[in-house]
Every structure is written in C-alpha cells, then in structure tokens.
C-alpha cells in the first residue's frame, strides 16, 4: 500500500481486535486470512474482504493468510488458483509464506470426523438429497431424524470408511453431524458434513471421492493455522453457532467469527454464479471483459489498486446491509488517476480541418503539459500542421443556443496552439454530411493568447493529420441497466437487466504520436474525454484503448452539494 491510501476509518472490528490485544488474547496475536474458494475470478466485493483482512493484519503487526477453501472439484479449477493470487498481488497485498489449501488439511479433517463419530457426534445417512430438505423443515416447522440418526457408532464408522473408499455412489450416503432436529437454526438441523464426489481434485487428484462441506472445513481449517479473527460476510451470521459447535465439540483451538456486511454495488451484480453465467452465455468476452466488477475486468479497463483500496477505506465495515453507489468507486478512480495520468490528445470521432492560411509543408512542435496536477511530470512536444483533426461533436453548422464551440463565422482556441475561424464547410454530395471544414488562424496567437484580450469561449482539443496514429477504442457503459440486478431470480431476468449499449467500439479514431508503443495497462487522460487504458488486444500496428471512465464526476457533485448543505445548516444554527 502507499502513503496516499486513504486511512481506513475505525470500526466495530477494528475496536474489537484492539480490544483482544489489550486484554492479550491470544497471546496478543493477530491472525486473520483471506479463504476465497477457487471456482471463478475475484470482484469488487472481494476487495472489501481482501483490504480489511491484510489490513487489520499488517495494522496489528499480525499476518494475513491467504487459503483457498477447495472442497468442491466440481466447480474448481487451478487455472481460478492462480487468477486469485494475480489479483491480491495486483491489489497490492503479499501473503508471503501463509498459502495453504484446505485440501492440506483433508487428512486431518478427515481424522476429526472419525473422532466426531466416535463421540456419537455424526451419523451416515442415506436419505436423498431432497429426502434430508423434507426431513430439515421450516422456519416454523421442526425438522424430523433420519431413520438413520441413531446407528450404533462402530456401524457408522465402517459406512464413513465404505464411502471413503469408493463403494458407494455419489449421493448414495452422506455424512452428517448430530446436533438438533427442532433447533430454530435451521444450520443445526443435523447438516451434512462429507459427501461422496469422485472427481478428480485440481490438487490431490483421485486420492478422495468424499470431500467436507464448507462449513464443516472452514472452521476447522481456521483453527489448523492459529486463526485469531475470522472475518466473514453477514451470511454466515447464522452459520457461527455452526462454526462454534465443531470447534467445542472438538476441543481444538477456537477462533472468533465476526460478521460485516458484503458490499452491493449499484448496478452490479456482485455473485460469482451469476457472473460464470454471464461469461458461459457469451454476453460477455470473459472474466476480463472490462464491463465486468471482476479485478482483472477492472484492471484491463484501466482501474488503479490504489482506487479501488481508497474506495474500501471510504465506505467502511458496518454490520448492516445498503447499496454504495457506483458513482463512488467511479469518483475514487477519477480522483486517483488525476494525480497519476498522463493528459494526451485523442479525437474518437474526427472531422477533418484545413488551416487555409498555414503554410503547406510547415510542422510546429508545441509544447504540452503532461499533467497539470504534477509539475514534476515535465511537458512534451505535440505537432502542429495545416490538417488537422477535431472532435465532429465540436462543430455545429447551425449551432444551438449556449453551443459555444466552432460554427460557420465563429472562432475558438486549438489547445497549446491558435485561435482559429472556421470560413468554410465542405459537404457529402449524397448525404449532405459535413466531411470537412476550412479554418483561418491567427498567428498573433501562437499559444492560445490573443495579444488584443479578445474573448474566446471553447477550447478544443486537437490532432495533427499527418501525425497522428489510428487507434481504435472501446467505450463501455454499465452493463446493467437496472440499478438492482441483483435482485433478478432467474436467467431471464438477468439476461433482460442486461444494457444493450454497454460497448461502442469506435474504429477510426486519432491519438497524438506520443502514443506510439504505449504498452498494455499504461493509462493516460484524453483532453475532454475521459481517462483511457492500452488494452491487452493493442499491438505496434494499431492501438487500442478502453475508456476507464468519463470526466463528469457525479460523485463530486453530491459531495459538493452535501458540504455546501451543511455548512448552510452551520451558519444558520444557534452557535453558527
């Protein structure tokens, strides 16, 4: 992390830790991780967890492991693995030493069933999987035993060890704990703890055709490493007593769970199940695609570490749930990547212009500012010549009120260059479109200043013609257009939230030459446009940028108008 972070605001967590090293629990040890299961590509709302867990960690002296709960081979990949830890690094984190697998630990958790079993803790069943949802009941209706809850233990023991070794099909038996059957904790109606998979692991192959449940591993695996605080997501609030009775009824050491709420994001669909469909329907390019909340998506649109890190101090850790407006982690990126971006010139939709009165074969260098909120950052040289290329949506020929940039008999200034006066409007003779304007400079104004103070209202930015390089860029919108896509049930529905104007691919752009070889991932401000990202797809034959993010800030306008609001409440208060 860098020193322009923002620093995370103090929380309920954060209180609670410093409360357990005050009181030397644990030793005064702080041990936290981060358990992502690797069946599809971290997103934004993993960022949250990703932050607070190494944060608390590195702010307590402690360590933050980074584990992957790989208990179903079904759905997880290793190519999934090493996305994973792409991401955390490009965040910004290092684990150092502390990766582990939960399928490290499958021997060991394997010998805590049998001593569970042992204990008259667990039992085999072999009710069907919709047999055990009868059985479970509701929130207002007790669940019923299995017929086989009260097997003799050495019988289960040699049924658990039949299913370890392969005898039985898949779904044929489970295994599960025995806790209670009217608990109003519908997690505690005797809830499966291993069932039989045999599909080959990503990591241990063949060797097991049973595997733990979730709930059954994590804590487990928790105490294994000398977890002190394990942070996890409202939804598993229910899941603690859960988690609690594992590790009492084993006696093994006992980490804390302590829940906050998962982040929504407006517009965004924040489920990895659902963002696997939208990559397996093709309605995207893949976990990259830059309209997806995935980090490798918003790393290849252009997204800074630093932003995203900034955005999950800002919102903070809370204990209940709401939506963040998207329009923040948009201001965070903006506000990052002014500090940071290269300003260079690019026309997405160009329109030729002939300077009349510029000599022929005349080419200035003018000098231009790379970026005015780092002095440091120095200037570089930008052609000037009689063709140009401006932006098509800066001229009008018949311009409407308040249009103050270029129309037939009006003037404005060329950024770093003249005033210039459009004298001429060249046309298609079937379409009637505008193809070509001609313009008249100043030379008296070499910079942009007219020597008489003559006022000019707009300021366009520009390309030279015969310098510039051809680039194509892709300007992406939110792929949702419904503000809670997350609320859809099914496929349709979300197929239906999804923005059918979510890409423009714009193919005869102009970009200055200073662009030339501009690797992958280097980030720059087009003038007026927005902030732009080198895709991966760019090659030394022709560029390729995606638009980060626009220019308006709708984030700063409501911040602005928040303080000008309190600040009338202030002055117009009793001790204002």
């Known amino acids: 992390m860098t020193s322009r972070d923002a620093t995370p605001t103090s929380d309920f967590i954060r209180s609670k830790v410093a409360q357990d090293r005050k009181a030397n629990k644990n030793a005064g040890r702080v041990v936290t991780r981060f358990p992502p299961e690797p069946n599809g590509y971290l997103h934004i709302g993993h960022a949250k967890s990703i932050c607070l867990n190494f944060g608390i960690a590195a702010q307590n002296g402690g360590t933050c492991h980074l584990r992957f709960d790989d208990t179903n081979p079904t759905k997880e990949e290793q190519h999934y693995v090493q996305a994973i830890k792409q991401d955390v690094r490009w965040l910004g984190f290092d684990w150092g030493d502390h990766e582990y697998y939960a399928s490290d630990y499958f021997d060991r958790l394997h010998g805590y069933t049998l001593e569970l079993i042992k204990k ?71 809830p499966v703890m291993y069932r039989i998979l045999k599909a080959s692991h990503h990591r241990t192959g063949s060797m097991w055709c049973i595997y733990p449940m979730y709930d059954f591993a994590h804590g487990q695996s ?10 996890c997501t409202l939804e598993f609030e229910d899941h603690r007593p859960l988690y609690d009775w594992y590790l009492d009824k084993l006696s093994i050491h006992h980490p804390q769970q302590i829940e906050f709420a998962r982040l929504n994001l407006s517009y965004t669909v924040l489920s990895k199940r659902k963002l696997l469909e939208l990559v ?54 903006r506000e990052d990547l002014n500090r940071r971006a290269t300003r260079v010139m690019g026309v997405l939709r160009p329109l030729r212009v002939v300077i009349d009165n510029y000599p022929q074969n005349q080419v200035e260098e003018l000098d231009a500012v790379n970026n005015p909120e780092d002095p440091g950052m120095g200037s570089r040289k930008v052609p000037f010549s009689r063709v140009l290329f401006i932006e098509r949506d800066d001229f009008r020929q018949q311009p409407p009120r308040k249009f103050f940039r270029l129309a037939p008999g009006r003037e404005v200034r060329l950024r770093y260059a003249y005033l210039i006066r459009c004298v001429g409007v060249v046309k298609h003779e079937e379409t009637g479109e505008v193809i070509e304007l001609h313009c008249t400079y100043d030379p008296e104004t070499r910079g942009g200043s007219p020597p008489d103070g003559r006022k000019v209202k707009a300021t366009l930015h520009w390309v030279s013609a015969d310098h510039a390089l051809e680039a194509e860029v892709r300007l992406f919108d939110r792929l949702f257009i419904k503000e809670n896509p997350s609320d859809v049930k099914n496929d349709e529905d979300l197929a239906s939230a999804l923005n059918p104007d979510s890409l423009e691919t714009l193919t005869s752009c102009r970009v200055e030459p200073s662009l030339a070889g501009a690797s992958p991932g280097s980030r720059f401000q087009f003038e007026r446009q927005g902030y732009f990202c080198v895709d991966a797809d760019s090659s030394v034959r022709k560029l390729v940028f995606n638009r980060t993010v626009s220019l308006r800030d709708t984030w700063a306008r409501i911040e602005q108008r928040q303080t000008l609001t309190a600040a009338g409440k202030q002055k117009h208060s009793p001790n204002g």
């Not at 060890?161 to 109606?189: C, Q, W, Y």
């Not at 928790?222 to 942070?231: A, N």
């Not at 830059?290 to 919102?315: D, H, K, V």
Request: hydrophobic share 30%; aromatic share 6%.
């Open 120 to 190: 008259g803790n667990a039992f085999v069943c072999e009710l069907s999987a919709e047999q055990i949802r009868q059985y479970r009941g509701t929130l207002t209706k007790p669940g019923r035993e299995s017929p086989y809850r009260n097997r003799p233990v050495q019988e289960n023991l040699d049924l658990f060890e039949r299913m370890r070794a392969g005898e039985f099909e898949d779904g044929s038996h489970v295994l599960r704990a025995k806790i209670d059957m009217a608990s109003p904790n519908l997690n505690l109606r005797d």
């Open 222 to 231: 928790d105490s294994i490493e000398g977890i002190t605080h394990s942070l």
């Open 280 to 333: 397996q329907r093709g309605d995207v390019s893949g976990w990259d695609d830059p309209r997806m909340p995935t980090l490798a998506g918003l790393r290849r649109r252009g997204y800074t570490p630093q932003s995203i890190r900034n955005f999950c101090n800002r919102i903070g850790i809370t204990k209940y749930n709401s939506t963040t407006d998207i329009a923040l982690l948009e201001h965070c990126v």
